[in-house]
């Protein structure tokens, strides 16, 4: 595996194996990889000839309040991990790289308008700048991302869908600790004793994946999540909400596919989890642990 910190060389590497007829995966991340982000990886590899992981944390996309200069990383972690799961490439440029004087952005509308838009304005339109730009080095065929981040997920798609970008995404399944709570970097922000705290989002979830199989309401189900992580005294909740899975918009009855998200700050730390539902389908994934 070679770790590569220059556009010009990845797209010298990509062209190769383009020439020789094969295809090309992508994995965007921040780094501080886990075991979620090696299931994409995973996922990748099993999908593609060739497997390019980024981790560059983006700054464009992090608030003046937000953790960029505090958010984790290791890049021999991350190294060990990339090319243990058997990536080709892991692509770690730094800002100026990225970034040279930028005059041009991506500017997401309606959908950033719900959920993780409302506290954090200028995310989404970070992320789908750096996004764009990473799919426009790299220009693979596929390109993976993690359901916890369901909101991005669902961005993305559109953005693809809307800008007629050449290339497949695939969501892969939440990732999961023994017990319950969901993968994610931040979580090594917790203290111990906000790491139990923090089981409260998880606990949620799997109840409101069984109640809205039992047919409970949209503004019922949103209430009696919210009364179960009310009731850790370290949780903050800012959102708990069913919403369109395509659009994010709020609904009241659960007539179509929904996405069921909670954003929940445990002490300074903010996670999010969810899960989805389709009506038609009745059925929820897994507890993926």
Known sequence: MKIITTIA??????????RAGETVGFVPTMGYLHEGHASLISRAVADNDHVVVSTFVNPTQFGPTEDLEAYPRDEARDAALCEGMGADIMFRPDP??????????????????????????????????????????????????????????????????????????VGCPI????????????????????????????????????????GMRANDL?????????????????????????????????????LIAVAVYIGKTRLIDNFSFDPKINTTPSKNK
């Open 9 to 18: 060389e990845v797209r010298a590497i990509v062209k190769e194996w383009r």
């Open 96 to 169: 100026a790289e990225m970034y040279n004087n930028p005059k041009v952005s991506v500017v997401v509308n309606d959908m950033n308008e719900h959920l993780c838009g409302l506290s954090r304005p200028i995310h989404f339109h970070g992320v789908c700048t750096v996004v764009t730009k990473l799919f426009n080095i790299v220009t693979p065929d596929t390109a993976y991302f993690g359901e916890k981040d369901a909101q991005q997920l669902a961005i993305i798609r559109k953005m693809v869908q809307d800008l007629n970008m050449p290339l497949e995404i």
């Open 175 to 214: 990732v999961r600790e023994a017990d319950g709570l969901a993968k994610s970097s931040r979580n090594t922000y917790l203290s111990s004793t906000e790491r139990e705290a923090a089981l409260c989002l998880s606990r949620s979830i799997f109840y409101g994946q069984e109640q809205i199989k039992a």
């Open 222 to 258: 949103e209430q009696a999540m919210k009364e179960i992580i009310a009731k850790e005294p370290l949780a903050r909740i800012e959102y708990v909400k069913v919403v369109d899975a395509l659009t994010m918009n709020d609904i009241e009855i659960i007539d179509r596919p929904v």
